[in-house]
């Protein structure tokens, strides 16, 4: 902090301007060139739910900018004749800036009007700062009944760490504060805390991690929360990887059935749309078929009912027609005979029987 020495005065008129030469970066009254009222130090906005996540997020904002002490009033304001009055007044209206972007406007209009940082920050804990217990007893009660369910594991750890850290907030253990204490009675209660959120985590996994949960629980020593996440994640990335590489499998092996019983189909379906009426075989010189694909030359076809059967026998061309022609030719040279016969021996019809 710069010493009074630091600064002097400077005569203007009838009126004394303290002036510094030089102020620290470390100085609790030093703003940067980069701070401006404005600014918002935090995401979470204050409602009257969420009191104790905003209050914590504004201390480590404010803790990071050495500006806490206007909040909890470690930096008392100067006399009236001092040197650095203009400059505790210059800071703690920035940080009041600060509190009131990160208020909602409800609250926000019921605090403008407060003349200093601290005053603004203890009728918020007045209002806000309710008791701990029905708050401990939700917790609690929400972290003893969650599981992983459908959720990713970075899902399941961000909310069981979330509930767990808010139930530290609210509800802190006591811990040994004596300075010549040999009892470590403080690492022993850090691993038996540890302990039971490790063991509290792994309860909630789904049960596909069986396998993985066992082999944590049996290591000597036990894992903390983040290792064994970082466990349950490179198992979960490895059981994905494997689920692609064989989904990527039976899509390829699909594909080709598929692929193969299309151009079965399609070969089936262009040998049978070929107008028959219109082909004739060069070899029986019968239409309906060629000669490429003529049964009896070749066999029967893959795709035919018949495949693997004897070669049909074949029917001759002529022989049909020679066929066909002497039936219809029968009846007629008959009658001719008959009628020659009678009309060249004039028989009647009486001798004729």
């Known amino acids: 902090m710069a010493s009074p020495s630091s600064y002097s005065t400077v005569a203007a008129g009838s009126t004394s301007i303290p002036a510094i030469t ?11 060139a980069s701070d401006n009222p404005g600014m918002v130090l935090t995401t979470v906005i204050l409602t009257e739910q969420n009191y104790s996540q905003w209050r914590r997020s504004m201390e480590i904002a404010l803790s990071s900018k050495l500006n806490l002490g206007f909040v909890d009033e470690t930096y008392v304001r100067p006399a ?12 703690n209206n920035m940080v009041t800036s600060w509190i009131l972007n990160s208020v909602s406007l409800d609250i926000r209009q019921s605090v403008v009007y407060m003349k200093t940082t601290h005053a603004i920050w203890e009728d918020l804990k007045v209002r806000y700062d309710h008791t701990n217990v029905p708050k401990l007893f939700n917790l609690r009660k929400e972290l003893s009944h969650l599981t992983q369910g459908m959720m990713s594991i970075a899902a399941y750890f961000t909310k069981f760490r979330t509930i767990h850290d808010e139930l530290e907030c609210l509800s802190a253990k006591p811990r040994c504060t004596c300075t010549t204490c040999t009892c470590t009675i403080n690492s022993k ?20 991690f069986t396998g993985v949960r066992g082999q944590i629980l049996i290591m000597n ?12 994640l490179q198992e979960e990335n490895q059981r994905e990887y494997t ?15 598929q692929n193969t019983s299309g151009k079965s189909y399609q070969t089936k379906t262009s040998q049978k749309s070929v107008d028959t009426s219109v082909v004739v075989c060069e070899y029986c010189h019968m239409t309906g078929h060629i000669k490429e694909k003529y ?11 018949l495949h693997g059967k004897p070669k049909p026998r074949p029917k001759s061309h002529k022989s049909t027609v020679a066929a066909h022609v002497s039936d219809n030719m029968a009846p007629s040279v008959s009658s001719e005979a008959a009628s020659s016969n009678s009309g060249s021996l004039n028989l009647t019809d009486g001798q004729c029987k």
């Open 22 to 32: 030089a102020l620290d970066v470390n100085h609790p009254y030093f703003l940067h």
């Open 80 to 91: 009236v004749n001092s040197m650095l009055l203009i400059y505790w007044i210059r800071c």
């Open 189 to 208: 209660l850090e691993a038996y805390d540890q302990t039971v959120q490790l063991t509290q985590f792994l309860m909630g996994l789904n049960e596909h």
């Open 221 to 232: 020593p036990l894992p903390s929360l983040s290792q064994c996440y970082s466990i349950l």
């Open 243 to 257: 689920g692609n590489v064989s989904l990527n499998k039976d899509n390829i092996a699909m594909s080709i059935r």
């Open 295 to 305: 049964f009896c030359l070749h066999g029967y076809p893959p795709w035919h009912r």
